[in-house]
């Protein structure tokens, strides 16, 4: 099975279908908000997109990634346990499988929503290159997804899985919390799109890398 | 030990000590600040500023801050900064300046790496009033004859500056001889600057060169007029009060001219079409994943990314920032007083940079150096610059009763008011004016005639650029014709 036919049977299942059409709606209506109508030709809806698509998709990759990591081990399942082809156990090769997937179907999620930043770009002319606009959302994504690994693998190890709905909202209010008190741009998706950071990029790189090692596709021993 | 042999000494070190008080005096920087002609303000108007400074630094610098603010908008700074090169003697610098009703003005000279001198102006004793420039003896006579209304100052020939920027808060300009004669570009650019001056009685010989301005009657030049009279004090009062009544004020002219935009922002797609666009992508994006596996979810990935394009190339406006401009030009003789106006519309946040004597029509942070205006403009906000006026040779004239043109493009769109439209005048052309229809006045200057008296000509050239409106007051005498 290639990436992209696991990314877009990833991408069929309920929960990110949902996901998606949900994304799309809110980024239709904050364009609908946003861009000028009747006599006003001033347009910023730039301002309010960009930064409304890059929380977003952070969210949404937190979020998936902190389900796909909270996942228990076979042994915590007990042997009687069967695990379904969406629920494999933590460390396996299904469970590397199914992390690459997500995090493949949460990239083609930022493919299909880049009209919308392409779209209030060209027309507001904001203060930040094309190039950031859409780099930023990315770094976010495959980063934010780095991150949910890691927060749900913790909460799983601390026995603490049932705070997991709270505890993903709390991250990126923390982030955002961090920047506004820093005064910088370092962390919060939000405030990172609006104007290029190397401090966020770097930050969201390490991120990614650690969730492209921990999801890479290794050998298991036979038993 | 004799007295004498002890009093030697201390007479030589009292002579030291004070030929090192008197160097050190001499040493010590002097720095004298002047706005306005006469150490007198203007306010709402362009003032000449002058700068004279004695054994200041080498490459010295002076930067005067003028708070435009008020109580309700906070401040609102306009720094000036110039060289002064310095070193040993006398560094003088002239500048005109657009001063706007200010809260403070602070300045200082900075040279070896701190302040060499500083002072300010208080806000309280600011004046609009037009100055009455007084090269006399007898200055106190037309200070009696112009009364508590007026704002008579008494200058020097010296003081006079050559600009005819400086001389915009200036009403009139009157020489009667008893001072020194002032020089003749002084004269004649008070007179372009839109003064009048008044030759007083006969002049002696060394006034002889202003009987090339003079005449017997009042001869306009450019904004302004040159008027030779004979007479009291009292006649001197009111023939400025009347030749200041009949002319329409300036700055409500620019004010007029600056009513309509000169830029028009590009219109944005329509939020319909963006809405619609929108939502039909989304829904066949998530159809497309949802209902065709791989093949399904790559179309909706090459559709994002075709879209993307479609977007940039139809949702992007051409020009990041528009420019337009329109040039008022006081006619009055063989040259007019221009008054260039600039609408500088940006889409994308920038600094607003022009290599020349300008100020922003509104009250705004600005900055002014020897290279020019600089001002910071936030995303999709326009701003009116407006550029000192200067003196261009007028191809609007009225030659033996007819409307001529002596320049090189065609006179448009010509309204002579009291009267109506009048024919275009080609280069070279002239034509007799004529009651015409009426009908509604050309937009670029549709609200400057209710500002103009009877008999004024308005007439616009060279609108496929730039328009200028070329405006000759009172030219024509239309009751005269009337009666014709």
Redesign the interface.
């Known amino acids: 099975m290639t990436l992209l036919a696991a990314a877009a049977a990833r991408l069929a299942r309920q929960d990110m279908l949902q996901g998606l059409t949900g994304l799309l709606a809110a980024l239709c209506l904050v364009l609908a908000m946003t861009w000028p109508g009747g006599s006003s030709v001033v347009n910023d809806s730039w301002d309010v997109v960009a930064p409304v698509r890059a929380s977003l998709l952070a969210l949404a990759a937190l979020a998936w990634g902190a389900a796909v990591g909270a996942r228990p081990k076979r042994q915590e399942l007990g042997a009687a346990f069967v695990p379904t082809p969406e629920t494999p156990p933590h460390g396996t090769r299904e469970w590397r499988h199914e992390g690459a997937a997500t995090l493949a179907a949460l990239v083609a999620m930022f493919v299909v929503t880049a009209p919308f930043d392409v779209l209030s770009h060209a027309a507001s002319y904001p203060p930040v290159s094309l190039g950031w606009s859409l780099l930023a959302p990315l770094l976010g994504t495959c980063g934010y997804f780095g991150l949910g690994l890691g927060l749900g693998r913790a909460l799983r190890v601390g026995r603490l899985v049932a705070l997991l709905p709270l505890a993903v909202p709390a991250v990126l209010g923390a982030a955002v919390w961090l920047d506004v008190t820093l005064a910088t741009r370092a962390a919060s998706p939000w405030f990172a799109v609006l104007g290029p950071s190397p401090v966020f990029a770097g930050f969201m790189l390490v991120l990614t890398t650690l969730a492209a090692w921990t999801l890479r596709p290794v050998r298991e021993a036979s038993a | 030990m004799k007295p004498g042999l002890r009093a030697g000494p201390r007479r030589l070190a009292l002579a030291l000590a004070v030929l090192a008080a008197l160097s050190l005096a001499q040493a010590q920087a002097r720095v004298d600040l002047e706005i306005g002609v006469g150490g007198n303000v203007v306010v709402g108007a362009w003032n000449p500023l002058r700068v004279v400074a004695r054994d200041v630094p080498l490459g010295s610098r002076l930067e005067v801050t003028f708070d435009q603010g008020t109580l309700r908008s906070g401040a609102v700074p306009f720094r000036l900064e110039l060289p002064v090169s310095g070193g040993p003697g006398l560094s003088v610098v002239e500048h005109s300046v657009y001063v706007a009703p200010f809260a403070s003005v602070t300045w200082a000279l900075f040279g070896d790496g701190g302040v060499v001198a500083s002072g300010s102006v208080s806000g309280r004793g600011q004046d609009s009033r037009p100055l009455d420039v007084v090269l006399s003896r007898r200055s106190g006579n037309y200070i009696v004859a112009f009364g508590p209304e007026g704002r008579v100052v008494d200058v020097s020939a010296s003081q006079l500056p050559l600009e005819p920027a400086a001389y915009d808060g200036v009403r009139s300009l009157i020489v009667d001889g008893t001072a020194a004669a002032p020089r003749l570009e002084a004269v004649a650019a008070a007179a372009a600057g839109g003064a009048l001056v008044v030759i007083h009685g006969p002049l002696p010989a060394s006034h002889a060169e202003l009987s090339l301005l003079a005449s017997a009657d009042v001869s306009p030049l450019a904004a302004g007029a040159v008027l030779a009279l004979d007479g009291g004090f009292n006649d001197i009062a009111v023939a400025v009060q009347r030749h200041a009544a009949v002319r329409p004020p300036r700055p409500e002219l620019v004010a007029a001219v600056a009513a309509r935009p000169f830029v028009t ?5 329509r ?1 319909q079409v ?2 619609a666009a ?2 039909v ?2 829904l066949l ?2 159809t497309a ?2 209902l065709f ?2 093949p ?3 179309s ?2 090459l559709l ?2 075709l ?2 394009g479609a ?2 190339l139809y ?3 051409t020009q ?1 920032q528009m420019i337009g401009s329109r040039t008022l030009a006081l006619v009055g003789g063989e040259l007019a007083l221009a008054t260039r106006l600039e609408e500088r519309y940006t ?3 920038t600094t607003v940079q022009v290599g020349r004597l300008a100020r922003p029509l509104d009250a705004r942070p600005y900055q002014v150096d020897e290279t020019g205006l600089r001002l910071d403009l936030p ?2 906000r326009s701003v009116v610059l407006v550029m000192a006026p200067e003196v261009v040779d007028s191809p609007l004239a009225l030659d033996s009763g007819s409307l001529l043109n002596r320049g090189r493009s065609p006179l448009t769109d010509v309204l002579v008011v009291g009267l109506g439209p009048q024919p275009d005048l080609a280069p070279g052309a002239r034509a007799a004016p004529a009651r015409g229809e009426d009908g509604p006045p050309h937009e670029a200057y549709a609200a400057l005639v209710p500002l103009l008296p009877a008999g004024s000509v308005v007439a616009l050239s060279d609108c496929e650029s730039a328009c200028t409106v070329w405006l000759a007051p009172a030219l024509v005498d239309v009751e005269g014709l009337e009666e014709l």
């Open positions: 922002p590009p219109e944005p797609l939020l963006v809405v929108a939502a992508f989304s994006a998530v994943t949802r596996g791989a399904g979810l790559a909706a990935l994002a990314g879209l993307s977007a940039w949702a992007r406006p990041p889409l994308p946040a995303g999709w």
